[in-house]
């Protein structure tokens, strides 16, 4: 007995478990191209709900190119705000911001303070100019103009020093966290739009032939994937097919150069905008936009074809936008597959939230508008850019010094040659 109880009980060997990886695990039952459009039982429901949405979106985008450049203007700014919701809310803990109250404050402090440093910089120079006629106001806003980055600074600073002052213990982690997303966020979500506004006031044409070109680009893809797609085209979004790209990419690049001939013959869309004012535009359109006759062959019905030099230009855009852009959205499904999610939000029927939408039309905004100033805008010292320098950078009495003195100038080179 002594022996029995001596005898110690046989130890069981500790076993080790393998951590679990975060990464979502795919359905068996979507295996081998299951998950496709084509077969989707509920696929045609679906597909008219996202349709109905993309009318509305299309009719009210329709009207708001109509009022104008600040209306897009305003626009982009509303998408901006939504956009911001979404990503702010992508990370937010309820239970920790219960113990930082005026925490999400915060966040949209720091971003009304980028929104007010980007659109000053893009802005300043068209509120000069349509506050010209008002000498107390020209005054005042060139005041602006001129501490506008100081005033920028300062905003951003006290933000700083706020973020600081808030600081808890055991909530460092969760603070910094927000902290670093928010200005990912920034930059984001400014540092690519606010290429989007640029191009709005450089002429509405380059900026609704790129964006129309995303949209054309995501119908055609989803269309041509709904009817024609067998083969997946990528893993991190498991409903693109090489058919739904491929047939896209052809109708995009077809699209620029049709749509690029129709929207260059209105100057209400060539003409560049000089000011925040709501009036129609009259404006000489350049060569670009001066249509070239090239004779066809003598077979053809039609002896001649007429042509903008700028559609050369918009088969470029369209290339980037069938070829390149869509990577914005693989950007974008790998991004919300990270998080577990399906859409950024729902504010838009078989859609999803609006950050769900702009993936592409970011970075399609952002070589639009290199692609306008490397290619498009001339590459020398215009009256333009000097006068914006001197409204901008000198005050008032200086401005008339500067007048007075040109005068002298000319009046002496007049002379002069006489």
């Known amino acids: 007995m002594q022996s029995e109880n001596n005898t110690s009980a046989p130890t069981t060997p500790r076993l080790r478990h393998r951590r679990r990886s975060n990464e979502a695990i795919p359905d068996a039952t979507k295996a081998n191209g299951s998950h496709l459009l084509v077969h989707d039982r509920n696929k045609y429901k679906s597909f008219l709900v996202r349709a109905y949405s993309t009318v509305w979106m299309i009719a009210g985008f329709v009207l708001i190119v109509y009022m104008g450049h600040l209306y897009i203007t305003a626009m982009v700014v509303v998408i901006q705000i939504f956009m911001a919701r979404e990503l702010f809310n992508l990370l937010r803990k309820a239970h920790e911001e219960r113990d930082l109250p005026g925490f999400r404050m915060l966040n949209w402090h720091f971003f009304f303070t980028a929104m007010l440093f980007v659109y000053g910089r893009i802005l300043s120079q068209r509120l000069v100019n349509t506050v010209t006629s008002d000498k107390f106001l020209y005054q005042f806003v060139s005041s602006l103009i001129k501490y506008h980055m100081v005033i920028c600074y300062f905003l951003y600073i006290s933000g700083f020093v706020w973020f600081i002052l808030t600081l808890k213990k055991k909530m460092y982690k969760y603070q910094f966290s927000q902290y670093a997303w928010t200005h990912m966020i920034l930059i984001v979500v400014f540092a690519q739009s606010s290429f989007t506004v640029a191009s709005i006031f450089e002429g509405i044409f380059w900026f609704l032939l790129p964006a129309s070109l995303i949209v054309i680009n995501d119908i055609a893809a989803y269309i041509f994937g709904f009817f024609f797609g067998r083969t997946p085209l990528i893993k991190l979004s498991p409903k ?7 047939g896209a990419s052809v109708a995009t690049i077809t699209s620029a150069f049709v749509l690029a001939n129709i929207m260059g013959r209105f100057q ?4 560049p905008r000089k000011d925040l004012a709501t009036g129609w535009l009259h404006c000489d359109p350049g060569p670009l936009f ?3 006759s090239f004779p066809l062959p003598g077979w053809l019905p039609w002896k001649e074809i ?3 030099p700028v559609q050369w230009h918009a088969l470029c855009l369209g290339l980037f936008a069938s070829i390149i852009a869509p990577f914005g959205g693989f ?16 504010s838009i029927p078989g859609h999803g939230g609006i ?3 702009m993936d592409c039309q970011m970075v399609m905004a952002v070589f639009a508008y290199i692609y306008h100033q490397s290619f498009i805008v001339p590459q020398s010292f215009r009256v333009e850019m000097i006068l914006e320098q001197i409204l901008t950078t000198l005050t008032y009495e200086e401005q008339k010094a500067l007048y007075m003195k040109l005068g002298e100038i000319l009046q002496e080179r007049l002379f002069g040659q006489s």
């Open 331 to 346: 950007f974008a499904s790998g991004f919300k597959r990270a998080f577990k999610i399906k859409d950024f939000g729902d």
């Open 306 to 308: 007429t042509i903008l």
């Open 290 to 292: 001066k249509p070239e």
């Open 240 to 246: 693109k097919t090489w058919e739904g790209f491929i």
């Open 268 to 271: 209400w869309l060539t003409c």
């Open 355 to 357: 950050t769900d939408r």
